[in-house]
C-alpha cells in the first residue's frame, strides 16, 4: 500500500510507515493546496494529513473515484477534515487521542503562569534594556494559587489541566461541560450550569473543547462579558472557538484582564491588535511540541494506517 504524508514528521515515525508501507514524505511545512489534496486522494491508499490540510467537501468532490480509503490523521483534533464528506467518499478517519493530553495540559499551565505573572511582559522589558532593577510594586501580577479556575470542557485534556492546576496550585476548579462524567482525582470540582456563569465566578478561564460547528464562536462577547474584569483567559483549543474580534474588543475595554494564547482563529495570521497588547501572551501553537510527544502521536497515527492495512478496527476511528 501506498502512504502519502503531507509533512516532515520525526525519523521513527517514518521509519514505521516504512516498515509497513511505500511512503511518500512531502517535504514542505506549509498546509496543503487543494491540488495536492486532490492528488494525494487519487494516488495514494492511505494519506497522514495534519492541522492546516484542509479536506473539505470541495476537495472530496473534486476526485469523485479516489484511491485513498483512509486518512490517518496526525493530531486529536479534526477539524480541517470533514469527517462525514469523507465517508461518503469512502474513507476512514481517525486522529490521535491521548498522545497530546499531558504536553496540551502543560502548555495551558505555562499560558496561565505566564499571563497571570506578567511573565512575557517582564521578558521583553528585560530584553529592550529597559529593566531599572528590583522594586517593591514593580510588575505586579496575580497570584494563582488558590484562586478560582473555569475549564470550558472536561475531556481528557480538561481534566489534566485541572488536576495540575488543583494539585499544583491549590486552585479551586469549576467547569462546563455538555458530557457530564466522573472526575478521578477532582472529587471538589464544581460543575457549573452555564457557560455565562461558569466564566462570571472563575479568576482564570482555559478553554479545552474541540472544535465543532457547535464550539464555534462558543467564547463570543455576551461569555467575555460575563468574565470580571480582573480574570484572564487562556485558549489551548483551537482557535475558531473564541471570536477573535470580540476578544480584542473585551481587552481594549478592559473588560478583562488578559489572555493566553496558543491558537488563532485565522491561524498563523495573528492580529495586530493581540501582538500591541501587553496584558496578551502569544505562543505559536506549541501545544504538543515536544519531540517524545510529536514522536507517540506520529506512531499512533501510522498504527492507525497499519490497523486499516491488516483489515482491524481503527484504534482510534473518529
Not at 495514494?44 to 485513498?68: I, K, M, N, S, W
Not at 487562556?234 to 471570536?243: E, L, P, Q, S, Y
Not at 506549541?286 to 507517540?296: F, H, K, S, Y
Request: charged fraction near 15%; include cysteine; hydrophobic fraction near 50%.
Amino acid at each position: 500500500m501506498k502512504l502519502f504524508v503531507s509533512r516532515p514528521l520525526p525519523e521513527p515515525v517514518l521509519d514505521a510507515a516504512r516498515a509497513e508501507f511505500d511512503v511518500t514524505v512531502r517535504s514542505s511545512n506549509a498546509p496543503l493546496t487543494q491540488d495536492e489534496m486532490v492528488a494525494a486522494l487519487a494516488g495514494y491508499d492511505v494519506v497522514l494529513p495534519t492541522l492546516g490540510d484542509r479536506f473539505q467537501a470541495e476537495v472530496f468532490a473534486a476526485c469523485p473515484a479516489p484511491r485513498a480509503r483512509m486518512l490517518a490523521n496526525f493530531g486529536v483534533g479534526y477539524n480541517h477534515i470533514d469527517v462525514a464528506a469523507a465517508r461518503g467518499a469512502g474513507l476512514q478517519v481517525s486522529n490521535t487521542p491521548g498522545a497530546v493530553t499531558d504536553a496540551t495540559a502543560d502548555i495551558a499551565l505555562t499560558l496561565m503562569l505566564m499571563t497571570a505573572r506578567r511573565a512575557g511582559e517582564g521578558e521583553r522589558l528585560v530584553r529592550a534594556g529597559r529593566w531599572e532593577g528590583w522594586h517593591p510594586t514593580q510588575m505586579l501580577g496575580m497570584h494563582l494559587s488558590g484562586k478560582r479556575l473555569g475549564v470550558v470542557g472536561m475531556g481528557r485534556i480538561g481534566q489534566a489541566i485541572a488536576r495540575r492546576a488543583h494539585h499544583g496550585f491549590g486552585m479551586q476548579v469549576s467547569y462546563f461541560t455538555r458530557t457530564p462524567r466522573d472526575l478521578p482525582g477532582l472529587p471538589d470540582a464544581v460543575p457549573v450550569a452555564s457557560l455565562h456563569a461558569l466564566m462570571a465566578g472563575a479568576d482564570m478561564v482555559v478553554i479545552a473543547v474541540p472544535a465543532t460547528p457547535q464550539t464555534h464562536h462558543l467564547i463570543e462577547a455576551a461569555a467575555l462579558a460575563a468574565m470580571q474584569p480582573h480574570a484572564m483567559l487562556v485558549n489551548i483549543a483551537r482557535g475558531d472557538i473564541v471570536d477573535e474580534a470580540a476578544l480584542i474588543a473585551a481587552l481594549q475595554a478592559g473588560q478583562i484582564a488578559g489572555a493566553g494564547l496558543d491558537v488563532y482563529e485565522f491561524e498563523p495570521r495573528v492580529p495586530e491588535a493581540l501582538i500591541a497588547m501587553e496584558n496578551v501572551v502569544l505562543l505559536p501553537h506549541l501545544g504538543t511540541a515536544a519531540l517524545e510527544v510529536r514522536t507517540q502521536m506520529g506512531l499512533m497515527a501510522v498504527g492507525n494506517a497499519v490497523a486499516f492495512k491488516q483489515g482491524r478496527p481503527l484504534p482510534n476511528a473518529v
